[in-house]
């Protein structure tokens, strides 16, 4: 399968290149933003094995007038995302997936500071593409950071969708956290076959908006 990756990209860099300027902007569009942390940027394995890969796979086969443009960084919090979203926002994007907020569970930082961050990108995204549609990734924090934490932090990400109406994954890692078979040794992090679950886990919530 990894040999059929970069054939994959490459006829989609190149039709992009070579098509007329209406048929460019219009797959411009239809461009879908990931902005997220290291599970985004596939810490610990091949880049090309992490969920943005495998989605631009499945869209590649059903909808190819799609593309993806990953833009994880490891580490990254809802602040930092809050300050590179301006820049990755610079070419239009028809949906945004946010995948932000777990680093900031990580080190405790204050639920209303992670809520205002999210919020403000969101607002971001929607006053320069009116008509972008958004997708929010739920996180969960494990147990051992306090339940009254815990709980509230994965009752975040619900509200700020309804609150924005917009689509919600529900979590994240949903069938992946807390399976060692599914992470690489640090734990944390997804191996292959966790961003295969990944994968599956936002194209159940992203497939029905390319329509």
């Given amino acids: 399968m990894k040999q059929t990756r970069p054939t994959v990209f490459l006829i989609a860099a190149l039709c992009t290149l070579f098509s007329s300027s209406s048929n460019a902007e219009e797959t411009v569009t239809k461009r879908i933003l990931l902005l997220g ?24 086969e059903t909808h190819p007038e799609w593309q993806v443009a990953p833009s994880g960084l490891s580490g990254e919090t809802s602040a930092g995302g809050l300050r ?36 403000r990108i969101i607002d971001l995204a929607r006053d320069k593409y009116p008509e972008i549609k958004v997708v929010i990734a739920g996180m969960q924090m494990p147990p051992n950071l306090g339940a009254q934490y815990t709980t509230e932090f994965r009752k975040l990400f619900p509200a700020l969708a309804e609150e924005n109406d917009v689509e919600l994954i529900p979590f994240l890692l949903e069938g992946v ?8 040794a640090d734990g944390i992090h997804p191996n292959e076959e966790g961003h295969e679950i990944i994968a599956e886990n936002v194209w159940r919530i992203l497939e029905p908006l390319l329509e």
């Fill in 177 to 184: 956290a807390g399976h060692p078979q599914l992470n690489i």
């Fill in 84 to 119: 590179r979203a301006s820049w990755v926002l610079q070419k239009p994007a028809a949906i945004l997936v946010l995948a932000l907020g777990a680093n900031d569970g990580l080190r405790g930082i204050e639920l209303s500071d992670t809520k205002r961050n999210l919020q």
């Fill in 37 to 60: 942390d290291s599970l985004t940027a596939g810490y610990g394995i091949d880049p090309e094995d992490a969920y943005p890969a495998l989605l631009a796979e499945k869209m590649a």
